[in-house]
């Protein structure tokens, strides 16, 4: 047997299973199994040579964003109207056909944003040129999931099709650890209770990862899915803000019956005539969570006008890149005035984890 009519065969028992107390543990084993061989049909597939990877657009700029939705919901002209790129947009769909970038500058960070194609149900099956569109929103620091607001039920085709080529929208990676052995089995520490699935489940899925001795510690009640899309790896996980586009052919009543609607928070915006686009320069700024370093050059005065802009938990290595090519061989220490430090002036290795406003100066080797 092939591993499709594998797949097939456990997907079909498991349609056969009634969900009940009783077979909750067989259920979690076959979900695994089937994840597990899924993983191994794709590691086959790309060594075929098959493209799945992104249109291999430079990343530049302090951070990624990109736009997913379906064709013609406005991801063009909202890039454009953030940007002031000039992205095609038309009345059909369909009309990006690649990925365009932009710059978006927004208080003193550079924020790149990439108009993609839309994409439609079914993408990351491989539809259009679905999942290689979905493939770059893997290494974007924030996802746009952009709606029609005549179509706000399609957030769930988008976070789907997402979830299905292993990119987590809004979720937080499992927080459970879990320390291979050579011997001794699998010896399981609860910091904190598991209710969402038994012991005996979590030891079975392991199993089947061919994980059979081991240390784990639960910090967290994760369910049995969260655990497996833990151990099959190659999980990503986005955050992402909801947009719902073309305000401008609604009134209040329905923008208001639209609010009971969609479960997520949303920022409604007309791309076209300009409504709300500081809003979401806003959200994106926020989410991206971007910390300012202030530089002190050795023996001079503190640039407070200035600051240099960076991802929160930088380390002094990270800045170091920002600052110049070459800048990390030539590093010695640095001195820290401010959050990060018990004391100004601290001295401190590249490794050091910063805090916003620090105040930064860095000894190079002579
Ligand atoms: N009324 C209205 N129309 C809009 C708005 N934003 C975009 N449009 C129109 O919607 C159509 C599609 O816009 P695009 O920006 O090309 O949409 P897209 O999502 O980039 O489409 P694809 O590239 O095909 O995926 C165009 O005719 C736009 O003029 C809006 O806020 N209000
Ligand atoms: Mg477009």
Redesign the pocket.
């Known amino acids: 047997m092939g591993i499709p009519e594998k797949i097939k065969a456990i997907q079909e028992e498991v349609t056969k299973t009634k969900v009940n107390k009783a077979t909750e543990h067989h259920l979690g084993l076959l979900r695994a199994k089937i994840a597990k061989l899924k993983k191994e049909q794709e590691e086959k597939k790309s060594k075929k040579g098959a493209k799945v990877d992104s249109f291999g657009v430079k990343r530049s700029g302090d951070a990624t964003v990109v736009?997913i939705?379906?064709?013609?919901?406005?991801?063009?002209?909202?890039?454009?109207q953030l940007t002031g790129a000039r992205?095609?947009?038309?009345?059909?769909?369909?009309?990006?056909?690649t990925v365009v970038p932009g710059m978006m500058e927004y208080r003193g960070a550079k924020i790149q944003l990439l108009?993609?194609?839309?994409i439609i149900k079914g993408a990351s099956t491989g539809k259009g040129l679905g999942k290689r569109i979905l493939s770059v929103a893997r290494n974007a620091d924030l996802v746009l999931l952009?709606l029609d607001v005549f179509q706000p039920y399609h957030e769930d085709v988008l976070v789907n099709e997402l979830g299905n080529i292993g990119i987590k929208i809004n979720q937080k990676a499992p927080n459970i650890i879990i320390e291979k052995t050579t011997t001794g089995g699998i010896a399981i520490a609860q910091q904190v209770k598991l209710t969402k699935m038994t012991e005996n489940l979590l030891k079975g899925i392991l199993r089947v990862y061919g994980i059979n001795n081991a240390r784990v510690v639960i910090r967290e009640d994760l369910t049995s899915d969260q655990l497996i899309d833990y151990v099959s790896g190659n999980k990503s996980y986005a955050k992402a803000i909801t947009i719902i586009?073309?305000?401008?052919?609604v009134d209040k009543k329905f923008l208001k019956q639209l609010k009971s609607k969609i479960k997520s928070d949303f920022i409604e915006?007309?791309?076209?005539?300009g409504?709300n686009i500081d809003v979401v320069k806003d959200k994106i700024y926020d989410n991206l969570r971007f910390i300012r370093i202030y530089m002190r050059p050795k023996g001079r005065e503190t640039d407070y006008k200035e600051p240099l802009i960076a991802r929160k938990d930088s380390t002094i290595g990270e800045i170091c890149d920002k600052l110049h090519r070459r800048m990390k061989n030539e590093f010695r220490y640095a001195l820290i005035w401010g959050n990060s430090v018990k004391f100004g002036g601290q001295r401190v290795g590249i490794n050091h984890v910063l805090q916003d406003e620090d105040v930064v100066t860095i000894i190079k080797s002579r």
């Open positions: 736009f939705g379906l064709p013609s919901v406005g991801k063009s002209t909202l890039l454009n992205s095609t947009v038309g009345a059909f769909q369909f009309t990006t056909v108009d993609l194609p839309g952009m586009n073309k305000i401008d052919l915006v007309s791309a076209d005539s409504i």
